[in-house]
């Protein structure tokens, strides 16, 4: 836990460093790796930058099924709390929610609240969603839009919009 504290606290102190897709470059892992090195108490492997990569990875997949439970209408989250499950009926609910989904990874958090979630959250401003398929803003069009623009919605290329009368006469906003 002081060596996942210490990371964390790194990386969020590094934060302008992470790329589009959530993840830090190699040599801020091999930089973080380097930090914890005075944490290293003898036991487990000393830590490399591909190792706190792939710890990043893991830490950035618990916070984006908390992002992905906490995006639900009617649902509570909280740091000290989780989830926040009392009763019967929110018991079942929750066993639900579990079964739906088909993982375990948010069941430490139906009383728990998780430590790094604040430090990670501002890592993730606009939420954690990364990928391919995740929204950003400046990639991304509205269904619609990209046809009254005259551009493939998926491209990245430079739009032309048509006039207000073209729009006027082919349904466009």
């Known amino acids: 836990p002081g060596e996942v504290t210490a990371l964390v606290d790194y990386l969020h102190d590094h934060r302008a460093e992470r790329g589009e897709a959530g993840n830090f470059k190699e040599t801020t892992y091999n930089a973080a790796a380097a930090a914890l090195r005075p944490l290293y108490n003898g036991i487990g492997a000393i830590k490399t930058g591909k190792m706190v990569g792939s710890k990043w990875a893991t830490l950035k997949a618990t916070y984006n099924v908390i992002e992905s439970y906490h995006s639900q209408s009617g649902v509570h989250w909280g740091n000290d709390c989780g989830a926040n499950i009392q009763g019967e009926d ?58 009254s623009m005259d551009m493939d919605p998926g491209s990245p290329g430079t739009a032309v919009t048509k006039t207000s009368s073209e729009n006027a006469t082919d349904g466009g906003y």
């Not at 066993?95 to 993730?124: C, D, V």
């Open 90 to 147: 929110a018991a079942v609910l929750w066993t639900q929610y579990l079964e739906r989904k088909g993982s375990t990874a948010m069941k430490p958090f139906r009383n728990n609240g998780w430590g790094y979630y604040e430090k990670i959250h501002e890592i993730f401003p606009s939420g954690g969603a990364t990928g391919r398929l995740a929204f950003n803003a400046s990639r991304s069009l509205l269904p619609g839009i990209a046809e």
